[in-house]
């Protein structure tokens, strides 16, 4: 399925991220392939449902918008979720994006790290960084990125370096493990959220040169509204 016209008319990129989403809503391939084509531009590169199916849309050398400052160079993947996506991912999904997160490795060389900082290289999940999104959001879901973390990272290392699928069933866990999973995850992630949020702030309120044109776009933009915010 591709989508047109960004197929068509969007700038080449060299990939260097991968970064996961949620879409929120159950949806199907094809649901996602037409949300994108008739509602929204912030399209991804592919599209998973429940069930496995994986379906592509834009080529990975194409930007795809879903990641703000970070379309230069992420390739991303939106998934199907529950209304507020709040569910984890089933086993058929998560194998599909080790999978997946393997090729890319093998494809394009996306270096076998969880990005250090908004633009380096590696694989991600949509809230890491506040540059990844207008604002700030909560996708994937602490449940998903709980996953991220500690099934399948480390499932696309060890399989890009030559292991072996690995026998355990990843959805093979009780209640009571996954949940407190996704507690430790939460913790780490407020964590780095907070740092974030200090290191962000501060470069709009010192007069700090910002190098990176994308940044300082949106730097000077905070900057000019705090500036009448204040009055001054
Ligand atoms: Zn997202």
């Known amino acids: 399925m591709e989508l047109q016209p960004e197929s068509d008319s969007q700038a080449a990129i060299t990939p260097t991220q991968f970064i996961l989403h ?65 569910d984890p991912w089933t086993d058929a999904q998560i194998e599909q994006i080790i999978k997946l997160g393997v090729w890319l490795h093998q494809q394009h060389g996306i270096p076998l790290q969880i990005c250090p900082s908004w633009d380096s290289p590696g694989y991600g999940f949509h809230r890491m960084f506040p540059q990844w999104s207008d604002g700030g959001t909560a996708c994937p879901g602490d449940a998903r990125v709980a996953q991220f973390k500690n099934v399948i990272f480390p499932e696309i290392v060890r399989r890009a370096n030559g292991g072996a699928p690995s026998q355990k069933d990843v959805l093979d866990m009780t209640p009571d493990e996954l949940k407190a999973i996704v507690k430790q995850a939460i913790e780490e992630e407020r964590l780095t959220l907070v740092k974030d949020q200090i290191y962000w702030l501060g470069t709009l309120v010192n007069d700090e040169e910002v190098t990176d044109s994308d940044t300082a776009w949106q730097v000077n933009r905070n900057r000019g509204a705090l500036k009448n915010f204040f009055g001054k």
Do not use: C, K
């Open 22 to 86: 949620s879409i929120a809503a159950p949806w199907t391939v094809q649901r996602i392939y037409e949300y994108w084509r008739d509602s929204t531009n912030l399209e991804s590169h592919f599209g998973l449902a429940y069930d496995g199916d994986l379906g592509q849309f834009i080529g990975t050398q194409t930007r795809a918008d879903a990641n703000m400052y970070a379309n230069v160079r992420a390739i991303s993947l939106e998934s199907a979720s529950n209304l507020d996506h709040t």
